[in-house]
């Protein structure tokens, strides 16, 4: 081999591996700084504490939920939990309905959301309340695709709060079939609490 050939040859091991580590610093950069107000803040400290703060609700969104098994009828979270919480961003109290252990699971003002993101995404979904057919095969849109949630709203939502059972049953990228069972018992009260408590 020539010494060309070698200097080529040790240039090329270290190249291979910059340029994959540098991409995924850019998109982890990305990542961070899309929908961030913390690259605008001026002083070093402030902006540092912003990014922890990010950083650490990050983490908590992230942590795999519990894979539950098919739910078997008359199942599912038992009672509904209204639980207030200071909002980093705006300093301002944000609420939301929860079942018991179940971070994944948010009833606000106007919609029911189920995140997926951590049980591989959705491809597809369908639902059915209490003794109805069936919803049809729906597909997530735009806006929740990101983020890998199914959310209710409008007439829907309006319709769990009234009802006593929803099942969901979510196609999903990598856990194939997920039937989720959720006893709606106390939802509604609890609704009208948050409705009446939180601002």
Known sequence: MTTLGR?????????????????????????????????????????????????????????????????????????????????????????????????????????????????????RYRFRLDNSEPSRVRTLPRRDRAVQQVRFRGKVFDRILMGRRLVLEVTTFGAGVVVEEFDLAGLSAEHDRLLRECP
């Open 7 to 123: 200097l080529l040859t040790l240039l090329a091991v270290p190249l291979a591996l910059a340029v994959p580590l540098g991409l995924a610093g850019a998109a982890v950069a990305e990542t961070v700084a899309e929908g961030s107000r913390c690259p605008g803040i001026a002083d070093a400290a402030e902006r540092l504490r912003c990014f922890d703060a990010e950083s650490a609700k990050g983490a908590q969104a992230d942590k795999p939920a519990t894979n539950m098994p098919a739910a078997p009828a008359g199942s599912g979270p038992a009672g509904w939990v209204l639980e207030r919480r200071r909002d980093p961003l705006t300093d301002g109290v944000a609420c939301v309905i929860s079942p018991p252990g179940r971070p994944d699971v948010r009833v606000g003002r106007e919609e029911m959301v189920v995140r997926f993101g951590q049980r591989g995404g959705v491809a």
